[in-house]
Nanobody
Framework: QVELVQSGGGLVQAGGSLSLSCAPS????????MGWFRQVPGKEREFVAAIKWSDGSASYGDSVAGRSTISRDNAKNTALLQMNSLKPEDTAVYYCAATLLYGEVWRADMYEYWGQGTQVTVSS
């Protein structure tokens, strides 16, 4: 069984930065993609970013493109999300996700594994 363990997040002021990390625990795990989604109450889960594990190529959602960087640490088997110039509308629960499949990385239903979620609150 694979679990994705998230860390990071919390409260940050508008214009600030934060980083989130996600590491699989359990059995040896080599995803095709790892990604980040976020969700606010009453809305669908929104794609934030994804990284192709084999070559590090990245994709970003429109709302965070240019302000975020997703990366991986192969030695630690960890995915990292750095977000800058944060806005109050970035406030959400952020979820790490992983999939063994190739496909449309922006679709939440592509991902078989999910982290526990972490709250990010951006104050104005």
């Amino acid at each position: 069984q694979v679990e994705l363990v998230q860390s990071g997040g919390g409260l940050v002021q508008a214009g600030g930065s934060l980083s989130l990390s996600c590491a699989p625990s359990g059995r040896t795990f080599s995803p095709y993609y790892m990604g980040w989604f976020r969700q606010v109450p009453g809305k669908e889960r929104e794609f934030v970013a994804a990284i192709k594990w084999s070559d590090g190529s990245a994709s970003y959602g429109d709302s965070v493109a240019g302000r975020s960087t997703i990366s991986r640490d192969n030695a630690k088997n960890t995915a990292l999300l750095q977000m800058n110039s944060l806005k109050p509308e970035d406030t959400a629960v952020y979820y790490c996700a992983a999939t063994l499949l190739y496909g449309e990385v922006w679709r939440a239903d592509m991902y078989e594994y999910w982290g526990q979620g972490t709250q990010v609150t951006v104050s104005s």
